[in-house]
């Protein structure tokens, strides 16, 4: 789900998506265009390859975090405490 929720504020944070509620505007022909099916077909493909891109984006982002994860997690717990009154973390 996570990886959902990465793409989907990709597309908000690009455009592509607006969150708000249809229903309270009341200029709803802002809303309205038309695509040709050319039009329809380079606009799926564009959006096709930008989702593509930010879900290997979330992927290695996971997969840095569960490195970081487990090389905290194989620390002695006196070098986690370190880290931890370094970092403000607990404190």
């Not at 099916?37 to 975090?65: C, D, H, S």
């Amino acid at each position: 789900m996570g990886g959902v929720n990465y793409c989907l504020n990709a597309l908000i944070a690009k455009g592509s998506v607006k969150i708000q509620n249809f229903r309270n505007n009341q200029n709803k022909w802002v809303y309205a265009y038309l695509l040709t099916p050319q039009g329809l077909a380079e606009k799926t493909a564009l959006t096709g390859a930008f989702l593509k891109r930010k879900m290997q984006e979330y992927q290695v982002l996971k997969e840095e975090i569960e490195a970081l994860t487990r090389e905290v997690e194989q620390l002695p717990s006196a070098d986690v405490d370190e880290v931890g009154q370094a970092s403000g973390i607990g404190h």
